[in-house]
């Protein structure tokens, strides 16, 4: 509990999680009551924070380097260690799950990015994951693109429904509109 009192500070001073958790584990040489003591002042919960933790435990925590601890850090965070989740509601509900058909109907997905799209649905931001994959197309040989496409063109005109939607969103939706056109042409 000291530990995670120690972190809400070096929060409170501007410290990074990535940060917090490289000052304390060189002040204490415990690397995973480190990572759980900030995991623990970010208030994520404590069955989330052992299923991370669990996750990375051998490769990162379990024999550290001297001297690694910035790096540690930067690598938890990096992972998703430190990401507070956000309780979605049922219009975000739909969006991610309008999300993963889209990535279905891709036909492959690299590890990374959906990494990538994984955080950012845990921690609520879907204007990113959408821009994503509006960026990303479709395998030719196992993926749906009519699909695809007009499964983000529903996205998106759901992510449009705030009343201040990021600007971002928009020219994303006219490109999603534009090739689900240029799919039903084929």
């Known amino acids: ?10 929060f409170d001073t501007g410290t990074t999680p990535a940060e917090a958790y490289a000052n304390l584990a060189r002040r204490t040489r415990e690397p ?10 970010l208030a994520i919960p404590a069955a989330e924070v052992n299923r991370r933790l669990d996750d990375c435990h051998a490769a990162l925590l379990a024999d550290p380097r001297p001297g ?7 690598l938890l965070e ?9 309780t979605p509601d049922d219009r975000v509900l739909a969006i991610v799950d309008l ?35 509006a960026a990303t197309h479709p395998r030719p040989t196992t993926g ?3 699909h695809y496409w007009t499964t ?7 992510l449009t429904t705030t009343p201040t939607p990021d600007p971002r969103i928009k020219p994303a939706l006219t490109h999603c509109r ?4 240029a799919a039903t042409q084929c």
């Open 1 to 10: 509990m000291r530990l995670a009192l120690t972190a809400r500070h070096l």
């Open 32 to 41: 995973l009551r480190s990572a759980r003591a900030v995991c623990a002042a």
């Open 68 to 74: 690694s601890e910035a790096d540690t850090g930067e």
């Open 78 to 86: 990096a992972l998703g260690v430190f990401d507070i989740p956000k």
């Open 99 to 133: 999300f993963l058909t889209a990535i279905d109907a891709l036909g492959g997905i690299r590890a990374g990015h959906q990494h990538g799209l994984t955080r950012w649905f845990t921690t609520g931001n879907l204007t990113a994951a959408y821009l994503s994959l």
């Open 144 to 146: 749906n693109p009519t």
């Open 152 to 158: 983000l063109i529903t996205a998106g005109e759901l």
């Open 178 to 181: 534009t090739r689900a056109k």
